[in-house]
T-cell receptor
Framework: EAQVTQNPRYLITVTGKKLTVTCSQN?????MSWYRQDPGLGLRQIYY???????DKGDVPEGYKVSRKEKRNFPLILESPSPNQTSLYFC????????????FGPGTRLTVL | AQTVTQSQPEMSVQEAETVTLSCTYD???????LFWYKQPPSRQMILVIR??????QNATENRFSVNFQKAAKSFSLKISDSQLGDTAMYFC???????????FGQGTRLTINP
């Protein structure tokens, strides 16, 4: 089944404790992206990647890191999480080109205490 | 920078009615793509419909259609014969193909009442 998977689905952590949210897709998509969803703000792009070893900042990259060492994986790293990073996070992937549908993962609910 | 605005935070209609969700955007680009995504209570993001800016014909997908007004920078979504399963948050989104960044609006929470 074609899908984007994220782990964990739920995470409660404390300020400053490094964490990684994994994202994997099995559709051989070139493009992958991370978004955060907050009430009243919609989804905002954190980082995106056009292909292996090619990443770029989205609109809200502060406090996050990403890497794209393999085509299928695009982990999101929070090296020192803070309470303002409490949010719902989505990973998405698509074929290259802006018109292609982005397929979203199920979301990761992160709470930073 | 591109911005997308959805001015209706919440809407509610009766089953079988027609409802229109509004979306406006701001860009200086001439070529771009527009999308409507649906997010039901399961939180899963689902593509509803998409439109290429250089195509004048409005996109349709079964009960879903758009009214794309390029000069006015407006991209509304019309849902005909609404069903209970249409209850969801709906997001309008803009993609600049040169920047490869998808920009979302704030969302409209739509409730279909029986």
């Amino acid at each position: 089944e074609a899908q984007v998977t994220q782990n964990p689905r739920y995470l409660i952590t404390v300020t400053g404790k490094k964490l990684t949210v994994t994202c994997s897709q099995n559709m051989n998509h070139e493009y992958m992206s991370w978004y955060r969803q907050d009430p009243g703000l919609g989804l905002r792009q954190i980082y995106y990647s056009m292909n292996v070893e090619v990443t770029d900042k989205g609109d809200v990259p502060e406090g996050y890191k990403v890497s794209r060492k393999e085509k299928r994986n695009f982990p999101l790293i929070l090296e020192s999480p803070s309470p303002n990073q409490t949010s719902l996070y989505f990973c998405a992937s698509s074929l290259a080109g802006g018109y292609n549908e982005q397929f979203f993962g199920p979301g990761t609910r992160l709470t930073v205490l | 920078a591109q911005t997308v605005t959805q001015s209706q935070p919440e809407m509610s209609v009766q089953e079988a009615e027609t409802v229109t969700l509004s979306c406006t955007y701001d860009t200086s680009e001439s070529n771009y793509y527009l999308f409507w995504y649906k997010q039901p209570p399961s939180r899963q993001m689902i593509l509803v419909i998409r439109q290429e800016a250089y195509k004048q014909q409005n996109a349709t997908e079964n009960r879903f259609s758009v009214n794309f007004q390029k000069a006015a920078k407006s991209f509304s979504l019309k849902i005909s014969d609404s069903q209970l399963g249409d209850t969801a948050m709906y997001f309008c989104a803009f993609m600049n193909p040169r920047a490869q960044k998808l920009v979302f609006g704030q969302g409209t929470r739509l409730t279909i009442n029986p």
